[in-house]
């Protein structure tokens, strides 16, 4: 056990980096449009605007909260 505990240490801290996978030049290109998820994001926010005041509550497609209902 007190060998293993060294190994695991080190291991875990294999996963630290020091610098970002992307780099500062590199984030350009994430940026474009082509890398968005939707065709036309403002069809798709209208969409989503909707479909939230079909269902009665805003948010309704997902994501997490609390039961309070307080924002």
Same mark, same amino acid.
């Given at each position: 056990?007190?060998?293993?505990?060294p190994?695991?240490l080190l291991?875990?801290?294999?996963?630290?980096?020091t610098? #970002?996978? *992307?780099? #500062?030049?590199?984030?350009?290109?994430?940026?474009? #449009?082509?890398?968005?998820?939707?065709?036309h #994001? *403002?069809?798709g926010?209208?969409?989503?605007? *909707?479909?939230?005041?079909?269902?009665?509550?805003?948010?309704a497609?997902?994501?997490g909260?609390?039961?309070?209902?307080?924002?």
């Amino acid at each position: 056990m007190t060998r293993l505990l060294p190994l695991l240490l080190l291991l875990s801290l294999g996963g630290c980096a020091t610098e #970002p996978w *992307v780099k #500062p030049y590199e984030r350009a290109n994430l940026a474009d #449009p082509i890398m968005s998820f939707e065709r036309h #994001p *403002v069809s798709g926010a209208y969409l989503k605007h *909707v479909y939230d005041s079909r269902e009665g509550a805003r948010g309704a497609s997902g994501g997490g909260g609390g039961g309070c209902g307080c924002n």
